[in-house]
């Protein structure tokens, strides 16, 4: 059977505030047969995880690093590629994660990222959220980067976001005192009421960020754990206690504009012995069994909750993603085709 | 027998770049003997330690932190106290190392951080430099937190400084390439004359650092041990590899100025999985017995030298403190009384 296959590309590169101009549908015609002698799989996509960090492959001057592949910038005139989970059409049948795409259907060459997802009591979805990257990301940034100890004050900014609501909820679980922060009063009431914080704020509600965590935390914190950079990093480092642990994950507020770059107090660093490390989930796929397990038993006995945000239809995803910088979404955005 | 104490005391807090009429110079009488029933020890002080974090005392909103008590404001009026070396005047006669101070005698309580020099081969002044705090200094934050493997890269800055011309030696003796920089062409050809630094640069001739690094590290950055902030340490995490880290020891360049915060890329931070860390000798005490072993076997063998610029007679202690704010020191600043 042949259908004609809908895609986006990259039209222009991203400057600032993205846009729908930003992107390109195009389509083409794919035979839905496994090809004679052909390693290639084609794989009907279901759901797209519509991510902010892509917007870093889609500027001019993206951040390429040689060692982090999937950072490497999106081509003009190319399929853009994303997580997701789909049902492979073509070849022996499994769903799929990443690396799919803003497409209707991915064909996958031998060398690509496919995974098989187990027989699964969850949705389907979950394996794109929860227990998929944005899972892996909570799990290993909280447990391998922060290093918790029962007892600890955790802030999480963007704490409605795909990872943030995640990052929250173990933290719960490890016995800590948590603080979100979000921008809007229903993710707040979100936080406190369905998530469990002990606490949260709408920092678009506040007159100055500083304030705001000395009022939260009136004896400092001990972990941050940054989705958004900025003057939230600023915030959190003043307010830090000694040996205090900062997981770099996400830098939002600084993806749309260069001229919000953090500009933390060195002298905080210095004399509070302050760690500030990014990482990549990717590095951390030693501990992925682990988390899939523990994840698995949290969600089956109630204990934690994936919020998923899910829009639908291909045409939707520019869309879905621009909604992002916003801070539109509630949770992990996901477009299901 | 009683003496006339002649001691500096702040007068005013420092603003920005410090002067002279920040100080003022006191003398009151003192009796030199042992009193009936005090826990007192008199301490004539022979050699007083001038270092940049001093300045951070000195500000009328200065970095205390409960953790770190001598990071503690300095009073207006009250006597400055320092690092040092001195020797016992009444009491049980042994040298000293901390903390004494900008005075010709120290009156210690039974709570001070008195500690008794072994005997030793070396110079007096090597006590309160390569085998005081600068030398611990520079051992722990390069082995503790930089955590060097043979074959990588390192770049110091203010690398003619107390810390900085020992972090690089240390270096050199792991089997990494090291690169510093300074600010004059004496420094720059002492580093890699007398040094054994791979490579040296004065930033003051360079245009912008960022090239300067480029050129200086084709392949890149692994480690930087950071004694100035500002945008040595952007241009440094611009030019990182992943996994590099920072030890994030001084940042003179914003103590006198806050408007040089640095605000170092956190996407670099994120994609290259860059740790910056801060740091305090301090807390690695731990260490203190190795650090002397080493760095002692490594002075008796003519592999490592100890750098000091001293110059004579209390009176001039302020002024040498301001000097390093210009730059003026080469290797570790002393006064000798």
Not at 36 to 55: A, R, T
Not at 124 to 141: E, F, W
Not at 174 to 195: F, N, P, W
Not at 204 to 222: T, V, W
Request: neutral net charge; charged residues 25%.
């Amino acid at each position: 059977m042949e259908v004609e296959n809908k895609y986006f590309t990259l039209k222009q590169y991203v400057d600032g505030f993205p846009s729908e101009s930003d992107f390109e549908l195009r389509s083409g015609p794919l035979l839905l047969a496994p090809q004679e002698g052909s390693k290639k799989v084609i794989v009907k996509n279901l759901f797209v995880s519509v991510d902010p960090y892509q917007i870093n492959r889609m500027k001019k001057r993206s951040p390429s690093h040689k060692s982090a592949n999937f950072a490497q910038r999106i081509d003009l005139g190319k399929r853009i590629d994303a997580m997701g989970v789909g049902r492979v059409v073509a070849a022996c049948g499994y769903a799929e994660e990443e690396l799919l795409g803003w497409e209707d259907y991915t064909v996958a060459g031998p060398g690509s990222m496919l995974t098989k997802i187990p027989t699964s009591q969850f949705p389907l979805s979950y394996h794109v959220s929860v227990l998929g990257s944005s899972g892996l990301t909570a799990y290993a940034g909280f447990y391998q980067i922060c290093k918790p100890r029962r007892g600890e004050t955790v802030f999480v900014s963007a704490a409605c976001g795909s990872v943030g609501h995640l990052v929250g909820q173990f933290a719960k679980l490890s016995g800590c005192y948590v603080v979100g922060c979000a921008g809007s009063k229903k993710k707040v009431d979100l936080l406190k009421g369905e998530l469990g914080f002990d606490d949260a704020f709408n920092y678009k509600e506040e007159r100055d960020i500083n304030s705001a965590l000395k009022r939260c935390f009136p004896s400092g914190i001990d972990i941050y754990f940054d989705n958004v950079g900025g003057e939230m990093l600023e915030a959190a480092v003043a307010n830090m206690n000694a040996f205090g642990r900062v997981a770099v994950c996400g830098a939002i507020s600084e993806y749309t504009s260069s001229e919000r770059r953090a500009a933390p107090d060195m002298l905080d660093v210095i004399y509070k012995r302050i760690t500030v490390q990014g990482f990549l989930a990717y590095d951390h796929i030693a501990v992925h069994d682990e988390f899939i397990s523990v994840t698995s038993d949290y969600l089956r006995h109630g204990r934690m909750q994936s919020i998923e945000d899910i829009s639908h239809g291909l045409e939707s995803i520019p869309s879905a993603f621009i909604a992002l910088f916003r801070g539109d979404n509630v949770g992990k955005k996901l477009v299901q085709l």
